[in-house]
Structure formats: C-alpha cells, structure tokens
C-alpha cells in the first residue's frame, strides 16, 4: 500500500502538488538521511522483515513486527544530529491507526514531534523542524489484524531538494528539462480538463463512469479501467479522487460480464445499460485490477470496499477466463475461449508491469509466465516482422503455431488490425513504464527500438508523428492524435541519448489541449504526463 501523501504540520493535513521533485533532465533525489542508517526494533515478524529493510531505500522490501501486539517501535541512529525538517513514512498494508514520532539527542531522552490517532495507511509525509541524532516510530494501535511495517522509514532535512516521488523510476530515467513545477502546473490542469470532459454521475445510485464521447459506445471497459488509475494516481492532489474512484467502481460492479461475472461487460449505452453481448474486454479487467491494486497502495482496503480482495478477485477471473490456458498469451475477451479468436491477442495487453503486480499480490507465479510470454512474443515480432522500427501490430495471430501480425479483419478493422494503429499505439507507453521501473527489464531493449526508429522518421520532429504504420514503418494514416505521439513520450524516457528529442515531446503535449470529443486521446495523454511528471507509481 503506498497511499496519497499528506503534508501533516501538527494535526493540520494538507495535499501536494509542486515541488515534489527536481524535474530537469535525469532524474534525481534528495538525500534521504536515514539511508543505512543503524535501526532497533521491538520487534521482527521474521529475520527477513527486519528494521534495516525500512532505511535500504528499495520499496520492495520492508520491516514487518509481530503480529497481533500493541505497541512497537522502530528506532533510527542517524549516526550524528541532523537537522530534520520532514519525515515520509511509507506503509504496507499493515498500517498504523494511532502513532507517534519523537526526536532524541542521545537516544534515552525523548522529545514529542507528532502523534495521530486517525492514521489510514499509505504514504505520510510529516513536516517537523528540529535537530537531532535520533527518530522513534511508535505504533500504539493497529489498523489491522496484523502488525505494524513499513516499506519505508525516510528522513529529509533542510536546504536539501524537496524527497521526489515515491515512483521507483530507475536511476538514470530521463524526465523533461522543464522545471517540475510547470510539469505539475500542466498535469493538473489537463486532468480538470478530462475531469469535466469525461467523468460523469449521469447514471446515478453513486456510480461515476467515464464517458467515451468517440467510442462505439456510450461508455466503454477501458475507459472505467483509466479512470480508476488516474483518480488513484492523482490522489495526492485531488480530495475528490477516492469518491471518483469508489463511484467507478461501483460502476464497473454493477454492470457484470454475462459469462465470467467476476470480470466487467465491456460497453454500455447511454442509458447505463450494458450492450453488445455484454461480455468483457481483457484491456478493461486488466487496468482495473491494476487500478484496485494502486488503490490499495493509496489509501488501504478498509474502506467502502476492500480494493485489494476486490483486485484478487478480478485477477483470479482474468487468469481463468481471459488468458489462454497453453501459450499464456492475454486472450481479447472472456468470450475468446474457442474458435480462431482463440489464438489471437492484443499487444496492447501485454503490459509487464500490470503482470508483474499481479504476481506479487497472488503469490502466483503463473503471472510471471504470463509476462514471460509476453515479452518473448514482443521480441519475436520485432526481429521477424519489425526489425527496422520495433513496431507492433494491434492484434496477432496463431499465437499456438506461427505467432503474426493479424491477417485481414481480426477483431475490428480488416486494414489496421495487423498495423501499428489505435490499439498498439498505446505499446512504447504500456512497455516504457516497466523499462524505467524495473532493472533489467526487457522492455528497455524493446521500447528503445521504438525509440530509435521514431525519432530518425521524424527528423526529431513531433509533429510528423502519424496516426498509423505498417510494421516496416509506411505511414497507414496521416494526421496527429496524442494517442500516437504522446506514448512515444515514455519510450524516450527510457533512452538516455534522448533528452532533447523527450523535450520535444513534452512540449507537444503540453502545447495539445485535450478535446471534448477525444476521450481515447485525452486519457492517454494525462496518463502519459503523469508519468513525465513523475507521479506514476507501480502498483
């Protein structure tokens, strides 16, 4: 769980936007104090949950204590006085309802900085102002069952950069030359815009859905599934961000798939009433579960609804009815199990990261062979079908015998359905997220060939990027849509020879005002910028 930071100065809470993180060119860190610092416990779950897990600066790794025991503490030695002026304290599930913080000059006196009795979990970011060599953490009632534990325990003084986000981006990770300041300034001003664009309460009983205003339909899967991500991702600057996202789901949980009912109907009318088959779509259920998972992180799962078993849930129904049973390539749908379409999939849906969340939260590895498959199937298209550029068709078939781009009409369109186009379009964004997260992920490789190829097709211009290729690159369909150039923003970012041609990009897109009639382009673009601005966080 990594839930909306708040600024606490005493008891007063308040949201962030600017300032964050340093935002100009790679990017960079504030020094954490209690990085390696030397760390005692009350307590240990096990020996593989001990406290120096919370001060190594990895988020995936983390101090648990026992269970089921009030109080417990974890004590930093910061090894010298420190002038401290904020403390972030980033919790797993197991989060502490009541707290309190305290500063020791020699670690026997002990001086109050601050305490709660309505802590909810997720990040904590508590503003304090005083010198010391020593920090406690008590927890003294549990939000849970368990213990108490913590991903993180960091400590930021004065006259330092402000601590960056809590994104994990791999050292290195380009981010756009502006200041970070004007790449908040142009996120939240872009998400109003899709906010009043898109969201709406039309179909009453509490729900919230997003409309897609070009789509076939009224209101469609995907867009439910983004919805719900960007509501949990800009939770931090947005107080109404957790009411859109329960009203989404709620949404999405009244309107079932008629054959695996743990998965969402994919379309809707404009009556709210779900159409076409009602079945699902394996994009949707994707992004949803990915969506649930980041809610859970954000704010916890003891709210309204139980966002994580909500999530597992959906993620056992995907494995069941939306991925096929040999080759472990995402099926289209949960009607896909038979016939030609079978054999088919949607590169679009294979997003490693969303593969490699699924994993840690079941503890299944079968996530892992799903995302193997995955990967393996992008490196075999780009040698066999796209060595010069790296592109992807929307759809491929034979995924038992031959793997290839879709011949004729597959699902949607008898021209583009084997061509980079409208569904993969949205590859260098769903593939660059996991190459700047994940050390050695074989996306890097991939989206870098990407990369590459657009950035020499253009001249380095933005503006020449198309609405379409062939997979040996011959422009299919002219035009410009921020569902094309803004993916490529991420690809960049994955490419350290490539902060001028990211800057470009960036200034695209902070130049494209998102249109009222483009919802597919518009949650691209604010999805895409979330991760420029460096407020993406893995789920």
């Known amino acids: 769980m990594n839930g909306s930071p708040r600024l606490i ?26 990085l390696g ?5 009350s307590s240990a779950e096990d020996a593989s949950l001990a406290g120096p897990s919370a001060v190594d600066g990895n988020t995936g790794t983390r101090w648990a204590s026992a269970e ?6 974890i004590q930093l030695d910061l090894r010298a006085a420190k002038d401290i002026r904020q403390i972030r304290l980033n919790w797993e599930a197991a989060y502490a309802r009541a707290y309190r913080l305290e500063a020791s000059d020699d670690g026997t006196t002990w001086r109050a900085l601050h305490s709660t009795s309505a802590g909810d979990g997720g990040l904590d970011e508590i503003s304090v102002s005083t010198t010391a060599r020593h920090l ?3 927890g003294t009632q549990r939000g849970t069952a368990y213990g108490y534990s913590l991903w993180e325990f960091e400590v930021y003084g004065a006259g330092s950069q402000e601590p960056p986000p809590a994104n994990g981006y791999l050292p290195g990770t380009l981010r756009p030359s502006v200041s970070q300041a004007e790449q908040d300034q142009v996120l939240s001003r872009y998400y109003q815009q899709w906010k009043t664009n898109f969201l709406t309460t039309s179909c009453g009983g509490g729900q919230w859905a997003v409309r897609s205003v070009d789509a076939d339909h009224a209101f469609v899967g995907e867009g439910q599934g983004y919805g719900m991500t960007i509501s949990a991702l800009m939770a931090e600057v947005d107080p109404q961000a957790r009411t859109v996202f329960d009203g989404i789901l709620r949404f999405v949980k009244n309107h079932p798939s008629v054959i695996d009912r743990d998965l969402h109907a994919a379309e809707q009318n404009p009556d709210c009433v779900s159409v076409n088959g009602s079945d699902s779509a394996t994009d949707a259920d994707l992004e949803i579960a990915y969506a649930l998972l980041l809610a859970d992180r954000r704010w916890g799962s003891g709210g309204a609804y139980n966002y994580r078993q909500e999530a597992l849930r959906i993620i056992a ?25 079978n054999n088919g999939s949607r590169s679009s849906d294979w997003m490693p990261g969303h593969f490699r969340a699924f994993a840690k939260a079941t503890g299944d590895s079968f996530w892992h062979s799903v995302r193997g498959a995955t990967e393996n199937a992008v490196t075999r298209l780009q040698q066999q079908f796209a060595p010069n550029t790296g592109l992807l068709p929307d759809f491929v078939q034979d995924t038992q015998s031959a793997l290839r781009p879709a011949i004729g009409k597959f699902l949607e ?36 060939k990407m990369n590459a190829w657009i950035k020499q097709a253009t001249g380095g ?18 035009g410009s849509s921020a569902a094309f150039f803004a993916p490529f923003a991420v690809a960049a970012m994955a490419d350290p020879g490539s902060q001028a041609w990211l800057d470009r990009l960036w200034a695209k897109l902070a130049s494209t005002s998102l249109s009222s009639t483009d919802y597919y382009a518009s949650s691209i673009q604010v999805q895409v910028l979330l991760v420029l601005a460096g407020r993406y966080v893995a789920a």
């Open 317 to 341: 129904a995907i494995k069941r009815s939306e991925v096929h049973s040999g080759n472990k390539l995402p099926l289209v749908a949960d009607w896909a199990s038979s016939g030609s379409h």
């Open 9 to 34: 100065t005493g008891v007063v809470v308040t949201t962030l936007l600017a300032g964050l993180c340093v935002g100009a060119g790679t990017a960079s860190a504030a020094a954490n104090l209690a």
């Open 461 to 478: 211009d933005p503006n020449r990027i198309a609405k379409g290729y062939d997979l040996n690159g011959t422009v299919v369909e002219s």
């Open 136 to 138: 406690r953490l008590t």
């Open 68 to 73: 089921g025991a009030d109080p417990q503490w």
């Open 413 to 448: 369109n008898e021209v583009t359905d084997g061509k980079y186009s409208w569904n993969a379009c949205r590859d260098p964004w769903r593939l660059g997220v996991d190459a700047i997260t994940v050390s050695g992920s074989a996306a890097q490789a991939q989206v870098r």
């Open 37 to 41: 610092a030397n760390v005692s416990t």
